[in-house]
């Protein structure tokens, strides 16, 4: 499948997109998230394997570093939110031990 280019606006400049990484951002707006977003898509030079190979030795010191870490799934499908909502359980009892 294709993922057709969308237009984003970020620090004052347009950023195309994939269709693909332009759903999420649109649930990011819509819940009003406050804060510096670090999105590998966008962070990193895609067409650059030596920059990518670097910045994904940091990736783990940046999510370690992360009040909050949000992992797009995909849109929601049918039965997605009681899955979900048994994650959320499973992650509860796990902090807990």
Same mark, same amino acid.
């Given at each position: 499948?294709?993922?057709?280019?969308?237009?984003?606006? !970020?620090?004052?400049?347009?950023?195309?997109?994939?269709? #693909?990484?332009?759903?999420?951002?649109?649930?990011?707006?819509?819940?009003?998230? *406050?804060?510096? !977003?670090?999105?590998?898509?966008?962070?990193?030079?895609? &067409?650059?394997?030596? *920059? #990518?190979?670097?910045?994904?030795? $940091?990736?783990? #010191? !940046?999510? /370690?570093?992360? $009040?909050?870490?949000?992992?797009?799934?995909? *849109?929601?499908? /049918?039965? $997605?939110?009681? &899955?979900?909502? *048994?994650?959320?359980? /499973?992650?509860?009892?796990?902090?807990?031990?």
């Amino acid at each position: 499948s294709e993922d057709k280019p969308c237009s984003i606006f !970020i620090d004052g400049c347009h950023l195309a997109v994939g269709e #693909k990484l332009h759903a999420p951002l649109l649930q990011l707006r819509d819940h009003s998230i *406050e804060g510096t !977003i670090w999105i590998d898509a966008i962070c990193i030079n895609q &067409g650059d394997n030596e *920059e #990518k190979g670097h910045q994904v030795q $940091s990736m783990a #010191k !940046i999510y /370690a570093k992360a $009040s909050r870490v949000i992992v797009w799934l995909g *849109e929601k499908a /049918a039965g $997605s939110d009681q &899955g979900l909502e *048994e994650i959320r359980i /499973a992650a509860k009892l796990s902090i807990r031990r």
